[in-house]
């Protein structure tokens, strides 16, 4: 009988107990409604076990099971993917717009209108060859343009050194992330041995896991019935964390200078990553050597052609005055390689044919033609040697090599020009060229025409002031197809590139829009699932307060039966 | 669905974050009066708008070259018409030289016009422009025949000078001096008409007049081609004017915005934020614990 009341007073200290327990619980919630990653904590409640007596079954009140996380685990696993291409094309977006604008198109101030000028200047030239001012504004126009070649390139690379700086920063980033999932691993095998759930360890964890993955691509494995996590590198299956171990990642410079990401075995064997699998880390990789990598190979591209064919035409003309000496612009590292062999060391020696040119010699008082020197080139014999010594050989003219450039000297009173070079020796030596420079970096407009804007060669023939002929030609190749293996005209060349970045660009953009809303969809369903409402809680809050109030008062009334009893007694 | 507190922020947040964004667009396109800012916004224009930059660019240029070209070519035809007109003062004193009307005297006083007519066809020859021989070919910079009447030869070359008039186009601007006087032998029949009338020779007087017909009818078909190229270069120009009107339009259709359009669309995105803000802290303000304690 006195069990009956004992039974009681035990069943409402069991029901203060859980009501402390859920007012606990949702004072945790209340504190952390805004702490990121936190998932709603609830307490598990069950009946205890009850007492099969000879008349029935007998409750013995609540037991509290648990205090359990809030959860779904397969959207929390969507979201660790979806964040990986999130950062990826967050990344990708944010470098376009640095790209864009380097290439100023949209405002009309880009390259663009830089080309046009140099092109319209030479239609002045053409116009008018005996124009001198129409000549300097051609060189200024001409040097505006390799500034401008070289500054895209410069501020390319400028970015490609930033990304070199982030990836070692997310380098870092996931290095330390990962030492304390390791951690977090340990602690929470460690906690849940005494029976509790490590929930705050284990948000922390999942917000970890979080982080990483939109740092870089990886596979999360739980092990060890859930208490475990194991993360490996998606694409190539490295381990980064096991139990309560965990790898780092480190960064080196390759051959060409670039930064590459390796994984670290403690035995010192390096793994390079590649772009890592995904997220921030795969977004500058790709930036970095697919998109600006391709660009600067266009734009020396562009660069290399523009001298080549500009020189090309250039060296078969006259200027307004004829040479008295010429130091030519490119050097050989062997003057006993053919010059149009690679060894030869000269930037265009591709461009070298069999075929010959001409040096024409004439007195300088009547401009009587003296002499007319052919020399014939052989692509895979002749040598920058045999050529000076060829030219050495005339009695107008002496010829020596000078650091491995080609230098003609007329003897006193005398003068020459070129002519009918069908080899291209004079452009890849550097002879009465326009510009001189292989690429972005080093194109520059040759010194002979800086210093003297009458060498540019407008004419075909001497002492002709108004033959433009080699200006029209000039002119016109503007309309040819000379770059892209031939495919496209200049013009098209560089429209090209700036259509390709504008829509390498937009398709960033787009992605990025598409991953943004994928990514809010999951966070908004997790929230729905594991947010904190507070209004939620404020009626737990009555719900349970209610509960502690009706088992105080149990225990009142069973103590009052209890005190009856003994009085009787 | 339930809403957790935090995505009640957050979708507050974000709706009012997006018309920040739409606010600050229209502002850049009020400002720059440029549709968009960023080529990826839309690639396909942009290229687009480069070959117009580029042909609206060209075309001030051909119009300089069909100026110079205009202004050779006229010189050319005021000179080839003075020309004719002394070539057929020269037949005319040749015909009537040659007739029984006249004598010794008459034929050694005409001689001299004869003389004069001839140096001022060398004055014809040496004709300029901007202080260029517009008849020595390439070498402009001397002049194509002597003064000297006794000589007749040629110091020009043969170079006809083509200049650009529009993309892919050129026209020769000159007529070479050989072609205008030696082909035509003037130099020639001017000195023989002279010599003859001033050694009373009527049967070389007579010879003269076949050469000179020769000679008018060569120079008349030289002055056709070069009016039917100032005719050219009238079109060129006409055309050139045209498509400098036509790519200004299409280039601003193609990259200016309508400061209309852009100017409403941006008031409308300003009356839109101010809504989402007010109903943000409308929304934000009442929860359970407002009303329950």
């Known amino acids: 009988m006195g069990f009956g009341i004992n039974n009681a007073l035990d069943v409402a200290k069991k029901a203060i107990y859980a009501s402390q327990l859920a007012l606990s619980t949702t004072s945790q919630n209340i504190a952390n409604v805004n702490t990121p990653g936190y998932t709603k904590q609830k307490l598990i409640l069950s009946t205890e076990e009850p007492l099969n007596l000879a008349k029935g079954d007998v409750g013995r009140g609540v037991r509290v099971e648990n205090v359990a996380r809030v959860y779904n685990r397969y959207l929390e696993e969507s979201l660790?993917?979806?964040?990986?291409?999130?950062?990826?094309?967050?990344?990708?977006?944010?470098?376009?717009?640095?790209?864009e604008d380097i290439f100023d198109e949209v405002s009309e101030n880009g390259f663009s209108k830089t080309i046009n000028q140099f092109w319209e200047s030479w239609q002045k030239v053409s116009d008018d060859p005996t124009d001198e001012s129409a000549r300097e504004v051609l060189v200024k126009n001409a040097i505006f343009v390799s500034q401008e070649l070289r500054r895209i390139k410069s501020d390319l690379k400028v970015i490609s050194r930033d990304i070199d700086e982030e990836i070692k920063g997310v380098v870092d980033d996931v290095n330390s992330i990962v030492k304390e999932i390791a951690s977090l691993n340990v602690k929470i095998v460690d906690h849940e041995s005494i029976g509790a759930n490590a929930n705050d360890y284990r948000d922390r964890r999942d917000e970890l896991i979080k982080e990483l993955s939109e740092k870089i691509g990886i596979q999360v494995v739980k092990t060890g019935d859930d208490k475990q996590v194991t993360v490996l590198l998606k694409d190539t299956g490295e381990p980064l964390v096991d139990a309560g171990f965990f790898w780092q990642l480190s960064t080196d410079q390759d051959a060409s200078g670039n930064l590459r990401v390796f994984w670290k075995d403690p035995s010192g064997y390096l793994k390079d990553i590649g772009e890592g699998g995904g997220g921030i880390l795969k977004g500058l990789f790709e930036v970095r050597d697919d998109r600006i990598g391709s660009y600067i190979q266009k734009l020396d591209n562009f660069a290399n052609t523009l001298i080549k064919e500009i020189n090309k035409i250039h060296t078969q003309g006259v200027g307004l005055s004829l040479y008295d000496e010429i130091l030519g612009d490119y050097e050989t590292k062997d003057v006993n390689k053919p010059i149009g062999?690679?060894?030869?060391?000269?930037?265009?020696?591709?461009?070298?044919?069999?075929?010959?040119?001409?040096?024409?010699?004439?007195?300088?008082?009547?401009?009587?033609?003296?002499?007319?020197?052919?020399?014939?080139?052989?692509?895979?014999?002749?040598?920058?040697?045999?050529?000076?010594?060829?030219?050495?050989?005339?009695?107008?003219?002496?010829?020596?090599?000078?650091?491995?450039?080609?230098?003609?000297?007329?003897?006193?009173?005398?003068?020459?020009?070129?002519?009918?070079?069908?080899?291209y020796s004079l452009s890849a030596l550097g002879i009465n060229v326009f510009f001189s420079g292989k690429d972005s970096d080093k194109m520059a407009v040759s010194s002979n025409i800086t210093s003297d804007v009458s060498k540019i060669a407008a004419s075909l023939t001497p002492y002709a002031e108004s033959d433009n002929r080699n200006a029209l030609n000039i002119v016109n190749l503007r309309e040819k197809k000379v770059a892209d293996g031939g495919k496209l005209t200049m013009d098209e060349s560089y429209r090209s590139l700036v259509s390709r970045i504008g829509v390498d660009a937009r398709e960033a953009h787009r992605n990025l829009e598409h991953e943004e809303t994928i990514k809010k969809g999951i966070e908004e369903r997790i929230q729905e699932v594991s947010g904190v409402s507070l209004d939620e809680e404020m009626i737990n809050l009555i719900k349970f307060q209610h509960a502690f109030s009706a088992a105080a008062k149990l225990i009142e009334v069973a103590d009052r039966l209890l005190e009856d009893i003994i009085k009787m007694v | 669905m339930k809403v957790s507190t935090p995505m009640m922020y957050d979708i507050v947040f974000r709706g009012i974050d997006r018309n920040y964004q739409k606010v600050a667009k229209y502002q850049e396109v009020v400002s720059s009066g440029k549709k968009i800012r960023y080529i990826s916004e839309d690639p396909v224009s942009v290229s687009e708008s480069?070959?117009?930059?580029?042909?609206?660019?060209s075309v001030e240029e051909n119009m300089k070259g069909i100026n110079e070209a205009k202004s050779w070519l006229v010189a050319t035809e005021g000179a080839l018409s003075s020309l004719s007109q002394l070539l057929t003062r020269m037949k005319t004193l040749a015909i009537s030289q040659a007739t029984g009307t006249a004598n010794e005297e008459t034929r050694k006083d005409t001689s001299y016009e004869v003389e004069n007519i001839a140096s001022q066809i060398r004055n014809i020859?040496?004709?300029?422009?901007?202080?260029?021989?517009?008849?020595?070919?390439?070498?402009?910079?001397?002049?194509?025949?002597?003064?000297?009447?006794?000589?007749?030869?040629?110091?020009?070359?043969?170079?006809?000078?083509?200049?650009?008039?529009?993309?892919?186009?050129?026209?020769?601007?000159?007529?070479?001096?050989?072609?205008?006087?030696?082909?035509?032998?003037?130099?020639?029949?001017?000195?023989?008409?002279?010599?003859?009338?001033?050694?009373?020779?009527?049967?070389?007087?007579?010879?003269?007049?076949?050469?000179?017909?020769?000679?008018?009818?060569?120079?008349?078909?030289?002055?056709?081609?070069?009016?039917?190229?100032?005719?050219?270069?009238?079109?060129?120009?006409?055309?050139?004017?045209?498509?400098?009107?036509?790519?200004?339009?299409i280039l601003s259709n193609t990259t200016d915005a309508d400061m209309t359009e852009a100017v409403s669309d941006l008031s409308l995105a300003q009356v839109v934020l101010k809504a989402t803000l007010s109903a943000a802290a409308k929304s934000l303000q009442t929860t359970l614990l407002d009303l329950m304690f």
Request: aromatic content about 10%; overall charge negative; hydrophobic content about 35%.
């Open chain 2, 50 to 57: 480069l070959i117009y930059r580029r042909d609206l660019s």
């Open chain 1, 80 to 99: 660790f993917d979806t964040v990986r291409s999130y950062g990826r094309w967050k990344t990708e977006g944010e470098k376009f717009k640095r790209i």
């Open chain 1, 341 to 423: 062999s690679q060894d030869s060391g000269l930037p265009f020696y591709g461009l070298v044919k069999d075929g010959s040119f001409s040096i024409k010699v004439y007195k300088k008082d009547d401009k009587s033609l003296v002499e007319e020197r052919v020399i014939n080139i052989s692509k895979d014999s002749t040598t920058l040697s045999d050529i000076k010594d060829s030219i050495d050989a005339s009695g107008y003219l002496s010829a020596e090599i000078d650091n491995g450039r080609l230098k003609i000297k007329a003897a006193t009173g005398y003068e020459f020009s070129f002519a009918d070079d069908t080899s």
């Open chain 2, 125 to 249: 020859a040496a004709t300029r422009i901007g202080g260029k021989h517009i008849f020595s070919g390439y070498k402009t910079d001397v002049a194509p025949f002597s003064a000297n009447l006794s000589n007749t030869a040629y110091y020009g070359d043969s170079g006809e000078i083509e200049i650009f008039i529009e993309n892919g186009v050129r026209i020769k601007k000159n007529v070479t001096g050989d072609k205008v006087f030696v082909d035509t032998e003037v130099l020639d029949i001017a000195n023989d008409l002279r010599d003859a009338l001033q050694s009373n020779d009527v049967s070389k007087i007579s010879e003269q007049i076949g050469r000179l017909d020769n000679a008018i009818s060569k120079i008349s078909a030289i002055r056709a081609d070069i009016g039917a190229r100032i005719n050219r270069v009238n079109m060129a120009y006409e055309r050139e004017e045209d498509l400098k009107k036509t790519f200004t339009e």
